[in-house]
């Protein structure tokens, strides 16, 4: 079980929306190229609102997320263009999970 996560939280800028979708699906393929990023979501919480996800076995694979391709991305100056303030990072504990039979 995953013991380790990662909550993001991002506002779009007015008229940003569909650029701010674009990027978080884009992200996609750099979670799937992290051997340590064992689930990745992106969602979509409001018209602008926007949230990522991430689960993890150990903190060495949240802190190699932490410091990775999506982070930099994610606080790259093109991004901040984007977005109605600063992303929101919370680390989290995962106590418990219900998985697929």
């Known amino acids: ?5 990662i909550w ?3 506002k779009a800028k007015a008229g940003k929306e569909q650029q701010v979708e674009d990027f ?12 340590g990023t064992t689930t990745w979501y992106a969602l979509k ?3 602008n609102s926007f949230g990522i996800f991430d689960t993890f076995a150990d903190e060495e694979a ?4 932490l410091s990775g391709e999506i982070a930099k ?11 109605d303030g600063e ?3 919370m680390q989290a504990e995962i106590l418990a999970v219900k998985i697929p039979a």
């Open 87 to 89: 992303p929101k990072i």
């Open 1 to 5: 079980m995953d013991k380790f996560s």
């Open 73 to 83: 991305a994610l606080f790259s100056e093109e991004t901040k263009q984007l977005l």
């Open 62 to 65: 949240r802190k190699a997320h």
């Open 24 to 35: 978080l699906k884009s992200a996609q393929a750099l979670a799937e190229a992290e051997p």
């Open 8 to 10: 993001a939280e991002v």
């Open 45 to 47: 919480m409001s018209s």
